[in-house]
């Protein structure tokens, strides 16, 4: 919450040298603020339903927030697919009690009502496909870590939900504590210590950014993108030799007709014909693709075109969540050692000014937990429109061979 260094922190340094605070993040929301501007224009395009193969020219356009991007922001709240997941959600957290530590297939008894379309769906369109096909294993290995940045939202949507009951009690001794130093009781301190001592005995509700599970899931998603991008890059090279060889063996055949004909008329030996014959048939071997040759070719780019945008668009949003995650648990860092000093000396001063700066920053740290649920239902939608667009790419063929 203390996003800024205030006048307590300076006046610790000197008062309390053991107490020593640096400030928690000064200017952390400028350093977020391209990543998250890059994010929003992503999100503006996922639900309006763009996808597109354009992603490496969208990926390195110099973003920076403006009013247009605000709007499109206010728009893609009212939007009905994200309203939807959003009470879906809530809904859910409603009537489940969240339980720590709990199996994995708890876990995703949670994640299949807001998992769509389910894995059900996705199994019987993968069974249209080639199973021992290079693309149908890369489209099977989207659908596998769509599922996780699903699991890790839903985990992430917890944290909002444990921050808001971490700092219940702050916001209700911001709201009851004297504006007025002069008119503060021992007993309005002995509170504020109460409140401080809870708070303090409390984890970080948000896990440190450097997390296994968010650099593995970068990963993830970044080895799958530059694998769908190898493999469909081999995969039309391979068509175009196929179709330079095609074009030779035509003009070739062309040839070898005009040719035997001419040997036919100038030549009347047998042994000289069957020779050119011969010869033709071994240097120009003729093949011809068919017409369901071209149609699985054009098949197997637009799935290269889904899978590919869909895993773009996801690695825009894990990083725009991680910008986030990073702000609020370096916010209750910041908040935590600023409440240690008032717990360590007990001082009313340092209690007021502490409650002064947590005053001060409540408003900043809320829209920050706001920005990330937001983010966590841009992404539910983001990957389940992800997820119906590449399950219609794939339904309507009964096989492939790519």
Known sequence: MSSFPSPLQTQTRSQHSQGNVASPFPNVLREHEN???????????????????????????????????????????????????????????????????????????????????????????????????????LLSTYFDHSENITTLCLMLRQCVSRARTLYAPITHLLQDFPYDPSSIHISQCNSAIDVFTQFDSLDNPFPSPDSHDFNEMHHSFSQLKEQLDHHRNKSLSRFRVLHRATSGSAFCLIGTVVGVAISAVVISTHALAAFVGLVSTSLCPIYVPSHLKKKQLAHMTQLYAAARSGTFFHINHLESIVCLVDLLHSAVKGDRELIRIALKSRD?????????????????????LKELEDHIYFCFDAVNKSRANLVDQIHPHQSSNS
Do not use: W
């Open 348 to 368: 009313i001063y340092l209690i007021y000014e502490v409650v002064k700066d947590l005053r001060n920053s409540r408003n900043k740290f809320f829209d920050k």
């Open 35 to 137: 990543c998250l501007c890059k994010c929003l224009n992503q999100i503006c395009s996922v639900l309006s339903g763009n996808f597109t193969d354009d992603t490496p020219s969208s990926s390195t356009t110099q973003l920076s927030p403006t009013l247009n991007l605000s709007h499109e922001y206010s728009l893609a709240l009212q939007n009905n697919s994200y309203n939807e997941i959003r009470h879906m959600i809530e809904a859910q957290m409603q009537v489940e009690n969240v339980i720590e530590g709990e199996v994995t297939d708890t876990h995703h008894l949670r994640l299949s009502p807001v998992l769509r379309p389910n894995r059900d769906c996705v199994h019987q369109a993968l069974l249209h496909t080639n199973p021992n096909a290079t693309l149908t294993h």
